[in-house]
Each structure stands twice: as C-alpha cells, then as structure tokens.
C-alpha cells in the first residue's frame, strides 16, 4: 500500500497515557510532514468501531488521512464515537453506516450503501466480535457466536471483495484471538451450529477459529498484489468486549475479575494499525499477528483443507437462506 513509513505512527506507550477530563484515553500523533498523509483518500471501513480496539483503530487512521467509517449495530453509539473520532483526529472526514452483523440483510445493506457512497475500500477491517453464556441465534436462525464473529463478516468480505480488488493494492485485518487454541480438535463440521451442546467459551474459542481459517481462505484466493488477508491476536484488552450482558455465570464473573490485569484498547489496536499501513507488511498475506510479530497459529489453524471447507460451508449457509455469495 505504500502508504505510511513506520516513523510517522508511534508506539503504544508512546501514544497512550494521556487522557481527557473525562477520563477517556486519548491517542497522540506525530504530526503529519508538509505533503500530508499517505492515508488521504483511502478509505478504512473498520466493523464495531464504537468503542475498545476498533475505535482506537478509527482514531489512528483518521488522523492519517484517511476516510474512516464505522460500520457498527447501535446507532446512537456509533454517533457518539464518530464525534469523538473527529474530536481526536481532528478531522470531519469520518462516517457512520448501519451494520448489524447478527442479521444477512443489514450486511448487504451496509455494503451496499459501502459501495455505492465512496466507490473504494483500501482497508476493511473486520474487528466486531461477541461471546454469549447461552446459546442464541441470529435474524436468520445461525448460532449467535458463529453467526456474528463469522457468518456475518465472512458474508461483509466477500460483498466488498471485488470493491477491495478495484482498489488495489488494499487489506483485510481479521480480529482473532489466542482463544482460537482452544478449538483444538477445529471445527464441528457436524454441529457447526452447535445445535447439540453449547459451552460459551468453547463456541467462541471456534469462531476465533474460524476468524484465523477465513483468513488462510482469502489468502489463497486472492493476488497478494492486490490484497492482503491477515488476522489478529490483539492480547486481553479492557474494554467494552462481553460487558453488555451477554455472559452470565462463570464466563461474566471471569470476564469482570480479568480486567484490571487486561491493557488498554490504545495498546491493543497497535498490531491492527501496524498490519492496516506499515510498508514492511506489504505483500504479506494469510499470516496471524500479535505485538508486530508473526505469532503462532494452532495445529487445527493451519489446516487449508478446513479453510477450503469452511468457505464451501459458509457460502451453502448464506444460500441456503437466500444470501448467496459472490465469491
């Protein structure tokens, strides 16, 4: 992409720890040379940038220059964020599009309304994400877990995907998690929607799975030339993940328990900014990233005959409920 050099963007440490007189967490910049950022005209689409990793991510890349849109479910606090990433990006160059991943209709919607506003995607950052004690299902009756980290951005991408190919060269950043690990036998090809036994943190530690085998799936269909597909470990970071009700029990009480030792959304949105411009990753596809680095990726994360499979699995899903995917 060609579009910023690692001196213009500054290190977590050196971009936290200044904060507003409301005690949100403010991010600092270098300031921009004098032929202004790499970033302007690009356009970074980036899914539940309302708050945590995703809004930090808008924070950055909006003060870079580019057009930043937050693709997010709540548009009362999608509208609260985008004022505030103006606000610390000092920039009116950043938009809000309806995006509710639990539901097929609101993602082709959204892509739509994507395509037909700016014409260009340079980056898509897939950073939405949930995990559920109990089991739930979307508008179109998929396991919620599976659905929401999976289904929906699997269905947002390849909607995007020719957009991206016409803005080459462009990016897609996929948020994973070390919790990936877990699926250690992969995926339950025979209960994918796990319609039999539901555990809230095995079916999550699956759809980060999935995150990591979408990831290999598009790398291998796609010229690095013009795309590039990558996923992330971002670390624990505190923030707005899983305190909306949604995990109850054990899950709930250890999410709440955990956060004061988890960092700080600055921190963890570093490896998605550094995968989203820096020159050194050009080209680079299909890999899983943490603190900069290549990390490692599963047994089961490195299986290409399930990301094969699974893509085949996901385009019957969305077909067989009248979503069919272009790709």
Not at 169 to 177: D, E, G, K, Q, T
Not at 236 to 248: L, Q
């Amino acid at each position: 992409m060609s579009v910023v050099t690692r001196a213009k963007w500054l290190t977590p440490r050196q971009r936290g720890g200044s904060s507003g007189s409301d005690g949100r967490e403010f991010t600092t910049f270098q300031s921009i040379d004098d032929e202004g950022s790499g970033l302007n005209g690009k356009v970074v689409v980036i899914t539940g940038a309302n708050s945590g990793i995703g809004k930090e991510t808008a924070v950055a890349l909006a003060a870079m220059g580019a057009t930043t849109v937050l693709a997010c479910r709540n548009p009362h606090k999608a509208a609260e964020a985008a004022d505030e990433v103006r606000e610390r990006a000092v920039t009116d160059d950043v938009a809000v599009v309806s995006l509710d991943l639990a539901d097929l209709e609101s993602v082709r919607t959204a892509a739509n309304t994507i395509c037909h506003r700016w014409g260009r995607v340079d980056v898509l950052v897939n950073n939405a994400g949930g995990i559920w004690t109990e089991r739930e299902t979307t508008v179109q009756g998929f396991e919620q877990t599976f659905g929401v980290n999976h289904l929906g951005h699997f269905y947002l991408t390849t909607l995007l995907l020719d957009t991206l190919i016409g803005s080459a060269p462009a990016r897609i950043v996929n948020l994973s998690s070390v919790a990936h690990r877990m699926a250690v036998r992969g995926l339950p090809w025979n209960d994918l929607q796990h319609q039999r036994h539901y555990s809230g943190l095995v079916v999550y530690g699956q759809s980060k799975l999935a995150n990591v085998l979408f990831t290999r799936g598009l790398a291998a269909r796609l010229d690095p030339a013009q795309v590039t597909a990558n996923a992330v470990h971002p670390g624990p970071v505190r923030s707005g993940f899983g305190m909306d009700g949604d995990t109850k029990g054990l899950i709930g009480l250890g999410n709440r328990l955990f956060r004061p030792f988890e960092t700080t959304a600055v921190a963890g949105a570093d490896t998605v900014i550094f995968l989203c411009i820096d020159d050194s990753v050009e080209g680079q596809t299909g890999g899983y990233w943490s603190n900069r680095n290549e990390s490692h990726v599963s047994h089961a994360g490195h299986d290409d005959a399930a990301a094969a499979r699974l893509w085949a699995e996901s385009e019957q899903l969305l077909a067989g409920v009248g979503f069919p995917s272009p790709h």
